[in-house]
């Protein structure tokens, strides 16, 4: 499992090469997740707001389950009558497997980053993010999709942050499996900047 991690990292290392890489774990679960900051790839005159995100996450439990694979697009902005509050909109399409049961959603989701008005020198910032996808935007044996996701993280030096966080994902399926808790758990990672 460990090779594929690498390879898929260095296979998708171009890829990240204009904004973040991070990766995250815990004992049961590991993440791997990208931003290409498409206004700084293409030069425009609004870097740091358009992202397509992709990200890995593979979880080992009892079921058969196979990683959950997703792709999407977000717009994240500073909200200018609060200082330091970053807002984000977006959508992903997510892929899965769990016991010969095949999962697919295009969930729409919305996210918050707030950097706390400390006089600190490494920046401290607290972030949310929700993901729905009802049955409407469900494939295949799905029903529904879920995500929440704490984050609380403090950028070390300029360009890498440290971050603790918590997601609860649930995939709900049609027929006798119902809803399935994919993940439920806390994990530490870190985020690089390029």
Known sequence: MLKKILLLLTLTGALFAQHDASINLNSDEIELKGNLDLGELMQSDYPDMYFVTVGYLDVDNDESTDPLIEAGFMLRD???AIDG??????FKGNSAEVSGQNFSSI???IELEYTLPLDFSMPIKL??????????????????????????????????????????????????RGDYNYSDDAYVGFRIRF
């Open 85 to 90: 509050l970053r807002f984000g909109i977006g």
């Open 127 to 176: 972030s949310g993010t929700l993901f729905y996808a009802p049955s409407a935007l469900t494939f295949q044996d799905g029903d529904r999709y879920f995500e929440g996701r704490m984050e609380a993280s403090i950028s070390i030096i300029e360009q890498a942050d440290i971050f603790v966080g918590y997601r609860k994902i649930d995939l709900d399926f049609d027929g006798w």
């Open 107 to 109: 969930p729409l989701g």
């Open 78 to 80: 500073d909200i200018y």
